[in-house]
């Protein structure tokens, strides 16, 4: 985890104020000029705790990366790349000057390159976007930063009348990019769907627990380390195979809502776990949404509440995002229109979104959750990555036949996990205090300016 801002054709005055508003994901900040450009890094050290700040410099090159290269000892090894540190942003930079190539880039990352003799500036993010990066232009000059928020300490960012509906409506799950006009994301990597394969069931469970096993070992910190566990298949099945330190679990006093004894089935290494009751709410969904500056998926003052906690005892965090979208988990849902699953607010018009599947809305969906995941984790200066969104495994799982993934049949054939967690009932993520539609329009109500209608609690109105 770390953090970046850049402006071209800015001031110093400028990248300062961008550099402060982000500070928090990293502890070692400096800035770097050249040409009519300025770069804001701030630095948290994980695969090599004695490794230099950023940028990396190799030839022509000069490297900023925030995130993760989970191969990069593989791709270090495969093309005779030597290091003189355990950096993967030292493989990255040299890497990319003498390779050039970005497809065989695994894990989660944003990523800045300036080429010192074609004066040119290039940036991209993992192919799922778990690593941001958002663009703003202004007269003659450009921003990119790690956060909205960054860009937001020198630009007057106004809100979109049209984006803030989508809020409301799908939670921002709809919307590329952001509420706020003028303000996009950065490209991702390609994501292509691979073919499908023919292979037998036990020859796919074997691949696929093979695969599975060095996404783990590519994943696994050698720093204290710790698992967001719940009672379920996904998290289950990291915390048994990484083994960490702490696992971090919410349970509610609602039955209806608690997993606690299928968590305590989960349970690895030293575990906190946190009661959700109302004071809970009410103590952090002020702090959630002021953190959560790019509006996306739903009420997230649990997952606040959680790396709160996590972050007086680790580093680096697991999670297990990415298992329902890649396995087939929504089952339940996938008998319904699309419609009703978006719908969030009858008064806007049905006819404002495309026609979509389940399958490209739960990957829609996703990337909210990574946004999501990415500001709790980076408030409190950790790092959160993902091992079921290891590309070689989603790849390989992707191309199997749709029967052996579908309500993530192969993915607890191989897990491991005690019966009572494989056959539990598949649980959402809501909670017990707060409507999706209260949620977004109490956010919305802290984020808005004179466009919009408030009311005297500072929910939006809609028109």
């Known amino acids: 985890m770390c953090g970046i801002a850049v402006i071209i054709n800015g001031t110093h005055e400028e990248i300062d104020l961008m550099g402060d508003a982000i500070s928090h994901r990293g502890y070692l900040g400096s800035v770097t000029c050249i040409d009519n450009i300025k770069v804001f890094f701030t630095y948290l ?39 003189e540190t355990n950096c993967d942003t030292e493989l990255l930079s040299k890497f990319m000057d ?8 695994n894990g989660f990352f944003s990523i800045v390159i300036y080429d010192t003799e074609h004066k040119h500036l290039s940036y991209f993010t993992d192919r799922y976007g778990c690593k941001q990066l958002y663009k703003y ?35 921002g799950v709809m919307n590329d990019n952001t509420i706020y006009k003028g303000v996009e994301r950065v490209e991702c990597l390609p994501f292509i769907m691979p073919e499908k394969i023919s292979i037998s069931y036990d020859d796919a469970k074997s691949r696929l627990d093979l695969l599975l096993n060095q996404s783990i070992k590519r994943n696994k910190s050698e720093i204290s380390d710790g698992v967001f566990l719940s009672g379920g298949i996904d998290s289950g099945i990291l915390a048994k195979r990484l083994n960490p330190d702490y696992c971090f679990s919410m349970d ?23 009661i959700c009751n109302r004071k809970l709410f009410d103590s952090y969904k002020q702090r959630s949404v002021d953190i959560l500056d790019d509006l996306k998926a739903g009420s997230c003052y649990t997952n606040l509440a959680l790396t709160e906690m996590a972050s007086k005892f680790c580093t680096v965090l697991y999670s297990g995002a990415g298992g329902d979208e890649v396995f087939y988990g929504y089952e339940h849902r996938y008998n319904k229109k699309i419609c009703d699953v978006i719908r969030r607010v009858d008064a806007f018009e049905k006819r404002f979104y495309p026609c979509i599947t389940h399958e490209e809305y739960d990957w829609k969906f996703l990337k909210s959750v990574l946004v999501v995941e990415d500001r709790m984790s980076g408030f409190h200066t950790m ?7 290891d590309n070689d495994f989603v790849d390989f799982a992707l191309s199997l036949p749709d029967e052996y993934r579908k309500n993530k049949r192969i993915l607890k054939d191989i897990s491991g996990l005690d019966d009572k967690v494989i056959n539990a009932k598949k649980r959402g993520f809501s909670n017990p205090y707060i409507s999706n539609y209260e949620w977004a329009s109490f956010a919305l109500g802290q984020k808005s300016n004179s466009v919009f209608g408030l009311s005297a609690s500072g929910n939006y109105q809609m028109k």
């Not at 003498?98 to 880039?105: D, F, S, V």
């Not at 860009?151 to 509906?165: G, Q």
């Not at 039955?255 to 089935?265: A, H, P, R, T, V």
Request: one cysteine or more; proline letters at 4%.
């Open 137 to 171: 232009n202004e007269g003659n000059k450009t921003y990119i930063a790690s956060e909205i928020k960054s860009i937001n300490a020198v630009c007057d960012l106004k809100i979109s009348d049209k984006w803030a509906k989508d809020w409301l409506y799908s939670l």
């Open 98 to 105: 003498k390779i050039g190539r970005t497809q065989e880039l």
């Open 45 to 83: 050290p994980i695969t090599d705790l004695s490794a230099p700040s950023q940028p990396y410099r190799s030839g022509k090159l000069l490297v900023w990366m925030n995130g993760y290269i989970s191969n990069y000892k593989e791709l270090a090894k495969k093309y005779d790349i030597e290091l």
């Open 383 to 389: 790092e959160t990555r993902y091992p079921l969104l």
């Open 252 to 274: 509610y006093q609602d039955g209806d809502f608690s997993e606690i004894e299928n968590i305590k089935l989960n349970s690895v290494g030293i575990h906190y776990s946190i």
